[in-house]
Each structure stands twice: as C-alpha cells, then as structure tokens.
T-cell receptor
Framework: DAKTTQPTSMDCAEGRAANLPCNHSTISGNEYVYWYRQIHSQGPQYIIHGLKNNETNEMASLIITEDRKSSTLILPHATLRDTAVYYCIVRVSGSARQLTFGSGTQLTVLP | DTGVSQNPRHKITKRGQNVTFRCDPISEHNRLYWYRQTLGQGPEFLTYFQNEAQLEKSRLLSDRFSAERPKGSFSTLEIQRTEQGDSAMYLC?????????????FGPGTRLTVL
C-alpha cells in the first residue's frame, strides 16, 4: 500500500471548515484513499473513501486531485466533537487487507 | 447498538499472567481484524480472520499471542505470560466480505495495563 504524509497537527475554529491535507504521491491506480478518525480513547471511526472522483457524505467531503497524488478531507462546519486524530490511508479496496495507519493529524477545534 | 463490541474495556494484570479478550463483530460480517495501539501511535495490524479461518498474522503476533474465531462469529485474543511491553489498546474491527469498499468498523477497544 502507498505511503501517506499528513501534517502532525492542525487547529480550526468552531463553525469553520476544517481542511485536512494528505499526500500520497506513490498511489497506484487501483488504490483507494480512506479517511478514519479516532477520538481520544475510542476506536477508529470510518469517515469516507474515494478512488478518483470527489466524494461527499453526511460527515465530510473528500477532494482528490486529478493526478491522485494528494487529497483533502473537508469537515464543512467543525464542532468541538470533531477534535480527533485523522488518519489518511491508501489501500487496494476489496482485497481484505489490513489498514496501515500512519501517525495521522491531530485536529483541535477551538471554541 | 449493533456495532462491534469488545470485552472487557479495561484489564489490569500482573506480569506473567494470561489474559483473554473478546470481540463480537457486526452481525454477518465475515471478516474480523485485530489491531494493537500503543500510546501516541496509530493502530498496528495483528491478525485477520475470514469466517473461522485465520488467514494472516503479523510479525507482531509473537508465540505468546493466540487468536481464535471458532464458529466464525465472535473472536478471542489471548496473551500468555504477559509482559509490560504488552500494555496497549487492543482493537477489533469487522467488515463484510462482498463489498467494494471493504470498510472496516472498529470496536471501542480493550485497554490492557501490565504491571
């Protein structure tokens, strides 16, 4: 699975959009981009995933660049409960393979 | 709640003792994963089951670790002769077999402290 690079930490004001970047320059054509988050002392929570098109669900939007070498997770209206470590993971979908977590980005939403 | 459940949530044991954790996956999820997470790090893969078959094991899974999924439903992870280095959060995840996304859903974890 391709390696990802994320900033160590970010702050965001409550009510504003949080934009979390991820670089995955070695991504292969059949690898998806997944985002999970982990609130302190809880298990990771699935957020969203995509292959090349932008995706949106009730939690977030995922923007993948045309060359697929980077992506951005967008939380449109961040709340204090969105404070968590956010993990960007690249893997081949449907292959029953384990998730390889990096260090993630600690997002702190400030009141 | 029909999510992944894990028991116990917390376990404190003395070095050298054996411990066993249980994971109940989401109903009808064929795939079950165990991960370990130490403080400040992301989760690390330990092992994977498809139904009752253990198909993959990480090098992290030493001989003191054993996992089972006897009827393809719940799973247990046993650690024998625990060491202080085994202190960590043990996470279980499950996923359905026949989906494109193979999204894994995690339980709340079992936090192990070895004294």
């Amino acid at each position: 699975d391709a390696k990802t690079t994320q900033p160590t930490s970010m702050d965001c004001a409550e009510g504003r959009a949080a934009n979390l970047p991820c670089n995955h320059s070695t991504i292969s054509g059949n690898e998806y981009v997944y985002w999970y988050r982990q609130i302190h002392s809880q298990g990771p929570q699935y957020i969203i995933h995509g292959l090349k098109n932008n995706e949106t669900n009730e939690m977030a939007s995922l923007i993948i660049t045309e060359d697929r070498k980077s992506s951005t997770l967008i939380l449109p209206h961040a709340t204090l409960r969105d404070t968590a470590v956010y993990y960007c993971i690249v893997r081949v979908s449907g292959s029953a393979r384990q998730l390889t977590f990096g260090s993630g980005t600690q997002l702190t939403v400030l009141p | 709640d029909t999510g992944v459940s894990q028991n116990p949530r917390h376990k404190i044991t003395k070095r050298g003792q054996n411990v066993t954790f249980r994971c109940d996956p989401i109903s009808e999820h064929n795939r079950l994963y165990w991960y370990r997470q130490t403080l400040g790090q992301g989760p690390e893969f330990l092992t994977y089951f498809q139904n009752e078959a253990q198909l993959e094991k990480s090098r992290l899974l030493s001989d003191r670790f054993s996992a089972e999924r006897p009827k393809g439903s719940f799973s247990t992870l046993e650690i024998q002769r625990t060491e202080q280095g085994d202190s960590a959060m043990y996470l279980c995840a499950s996923s359905p077999e026949r989906t494109v996304s193979d999204t894994q859903y995690f339980g709340p974890g079992t936090r192990l402290t070895v004294l």
